[in-house]
C-alpha cells in the first residue's frame, strides 16, 4: 500500500516544557537524581526517557516526608502552600514556572484584591483538580469557582460582580462561548454586567495551533495525532482534529496503530500536543514508512 506521511511542523513540545525539560537534562547532568512534584510532562514516553537519567516523580505526601533535598516545579506552577511545605521541609527549589503561568498568577493575585473591595467572584474556567488550576486557586487561598463546561456557570451568582481567567490551555473558541454566556445571564438578571471582567489568559502557545491545526486536519486525509492520555490540551487540540477530519485517531505509542485505519493513497498527517516531543512524531512516521514502505 502506498502512502504519503507528513510531520506537522508546528507540533511538538511547547516553549514552556522545552525549558522545564532543559534545566531537568541540565541538573541531571550534575546529579544522579532529581525529585520533579507531577508529571514534568504528561506524556509517558518522554518521561521514561528522563527516568532513565534520574528524574523521578513524587506526590505532595513524598514531598512531605523529605528533608533538606531539591524539588523540581513543573510548568504548570504550583500554589503558595507548596513553596510553604518546602521552606518548613528545607527543600531547594529549581522552579521552572512557565513564565506565562506565573503572570497568571500574579494576575489573579492582585485583581482578587480588587474584586474583594467589590464583593466579587473569581472564576477559573479550567480542568478542576489540574496542576495549573490548583496553582491558580491556591493564589487566593481557594476562594474561586472553577467551572469546566457552560451548564457550570449555572454556579455563580449573577447579581454579584465576575471576573473570569482561563486556564492557560483551554480552547479560546470554548472561552468566550462561556464568557458570552455568562454576560447574557448577567444581563437578563439585571447584574452589573460593568462589572463583568473577562481576562483573554488562554496560551498563545496552544491557541495559535487551533486554526493550523484545523488547516493541516483538512490537508490530510488520515491524522495520527500523539498525545499522552493525562494531557489536557492533547484532548483539547484532537478535538480539533477530529472536527475537521472524522479519520482523526490519538495514540500514545505505535503500538495503538491499526493497520485498518489506512487506505490505499492516504496522506497521512502526525502531530501532537505540546508536551508531545518531536522526536516520538519522528519515531510514529518512521514507524508508519516501516510498515508501508
Ligand atoms: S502551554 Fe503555554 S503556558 Fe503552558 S507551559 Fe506551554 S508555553 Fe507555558
Redesign the pocket.
Known amino acids: 500500500m502506498k502512502i504519503s506521511i507528513d510531520i506537522d511542523t508546528h507540533s511538538g513540545f511547547?516553549?514552556?516544557?522545552v525549558r522545564a525539560i532543559e534545566q531537568a537534562e541540565k541538573y541531571l547532568e550534575k546529579s544522579s537524581e532529581l525529585h520533579s512534584l507531577g508529571s514534568i510532562v504528561h506524556n509517558n514516553t518522554e518521561i521514561s526517557r528522563l527516568k532513565e537519567k534520574g528524574l523521578k516523580t513524587i506526590d505532595y505526601k513524598q514531598m512531605s516526608a523529605m528533608k533538606d533535598s531539591v524539588v523540581f516545579i513543573r510548568?504548570h506552577g504550583e500554589p503558595p502552600s507548596s513553596y510553604r511545605l518546602a521552606e518548613e521541609n528545607n527543600l531547594k527549589i529549581i522552579d521552572c514556572t512557565?513564565p506565562?503561568?506565573l503572570k497568571l498568577q500574579e494576575r489573579v493575585k492582585n485583581n482578587y484584591r480588587d474584586l474583594k473591595t467589590i464583593n466579587g467572584q473569581l472564576v477559573i474556567f479550567g480542568k478542576v483538580g489540574h496542576a495549573e488550576v490548583n496553582g491558580l486557586v491556591g493564589q487566593v487561598d481557594g476562594d474561586a469557582t472553577v467551572i469546566e463546561t457552560i451548564d457550570d456557570i449555572e454556579r455563580l451568582d449573577f447579581s454579584r460582580p465576575i471576573y473570569i481567567f482561563s486556564q492557560?490551555?483551554k480552547d479560546p473558541e470554548i472561552y468566550k462561548q462561556v464568557c458570552n454566556a455568562i454576560r447574557s445571564r448577567i444581563v437578563d438578571q439585571n447584574g452589573p454586567v460593568d462589572k463583568f471582567k473577562i481576562f483573554n489568559t488562554t496560551?498563545g502557545?496552544?491557541s495559535s495551533r487551533h486554526p493550523r491545526l484545523k488547516e493541516f486536519s483538512k490537508d490530510h486525509s488520515i491524522i495520527i495525532f500523539v498525545s499522552g492520555r493525562e494531557s489536557s490540551?492533547g484532548k483539547i487540540l484532537f478535538d480539533v482534529c477530529l472536527r475537521e477530519n472524522p479519520r482523526s485517531y490519538k495514540i500514545e505509542t505505535t503500538e495503538e496503530i491499526e493497520l485498518s485505519w489506512f487506505k490505499e493513497g492516504d496522506s497521512v498527517g502526525i502531530c501532537g500536543a505540546?508536551s508531545t516531543p518531536k522526536w516520538l512524531l519522528e519515531d510514529v512516521a518512521h514507524y508508519l514508512r516501516q510498515l508501508f514502505p
Open positions: 511547547c516553549y514552556g516544557v510548568a512557565c506565562v503561568v492557560t490551555t496560551c502557545q496552544v490540551n505540546t
